[in-house]
């Protein structure tokens, strides 16, 4: 199976800064079968970004994703209050489909 | 729109069996898989198994092989996961997710609710 491995565990970041989110795999991700989602406390994860890179419907700009092969990253461009949260990775090019543990954005 | 609607909160003594049931509305329910993901406390999410509600076939992790059923209900649009013999260990939020293309591979673009079950003495 292929093992995500996702970097920092937790990003500590005030609002307007920057993130930059790591997601490292232990095999090569078919065809950048490659997705981000969002998930707050309480609520299901929400789709941000599909193929590593294509944003899903209704994702606000400034968040892009980028990568290919085994290493793919998540970037937030300006953080918004709303955007704290735990954002998990995610390969569904291979079974058994995985995910990444997680990396938490918190407010400094 | 596309809604994921799930049952209600469950809780089980050891050893019980749960089914928890997704029904699908706002879109052609047999032609996109859906997915279970559970998610324990505190923890991340864990991929469980798909089912293709047009032919019923399913694909399950091979941690849930021998305890998890997938089944579907195409007269009402719903999918159903069936856990046996639930340990404490199961306690969770269960997920359904719909994999969001069709003839090729997906990620999940739409997410019920969720499910809470708890197991417990």
């Known amino acids: 199976e292929i093992v995500l491995t996702q970097s920092p565990g937790t990003l500590f970041l005030s609002p307007g800064e920057r993130a930059t989110l790591s997601c490292r795999a232990s095999?090569?991700?078919?065809?950048?079968?490659l997705a981000w989602y969002q998930q707050k406390p309480g609520q299901a994860p929400r789709l941000l970004i599909y193929?590593?890179?294509s944003r899903a419907t209704g994702i606000p700009d400034r968040f892009s994703g980028s990568g290919s092969g085994t290493d793919f990253t998540l970037t937030i461009s300006r953080l918004e209050p709303e955007d704290f949260a735990v954002f998990y990775c995610?390969?569904?090019?291979?079974?058994?489909?995985?995910f990444g543990q997680g990396t938490k954005v918190e407010i400094k | 729109q596309v809604q994921l609607v799930q049952s209600g909160a469950e809780v089980k003594k050891p050893g019980a069996s749960v089914k928890v049931s997704c029904k699908a509305s706002?879109?052609?329910?047999?032609?996109?898989?859906m997915h279970w993901v559970r998610q324990a406390p505190g923890q991340g999410l864990e991929w469980m198994g798909w089912?293709?509600?047009?032919?019923?076939?399913?694909n399950y992790a091979q941690k849930f092989q021998d305890s998890v059923t997938m089944t579907r209900d195409t007269s009402i649009s719903t999918v159903y996961m069936e856990m046996r013999r639930v340990r404490s260990d199961d306690t969770a939020v269960y997920y359904c997710?719909?994999?969001?293309?069709?003839?090729?591979?997906?990620?999940?673009?739409?997410w019920g609710q969720g499910t809470l079950v708890t197991v417990s003495s």
């Open positions: 997710a719909r994999e969001g293309a069709i003839a090729v591979a997906g990620p999940f673009d739409y």
């Open positions: 706002g879109y052609f329910f047999t032609g996109y898989y």
């Open positions: 089912i293709n509600p047009n032919s019923g076939d399913t």
């Open positions: 095999q090569s991700v078919s065809s950048s079968y």
């Open positions: 193929g590593a890179s």
């Open positions: 995610h390969q569904y090019g291979r079974s058994p489909w995985t």
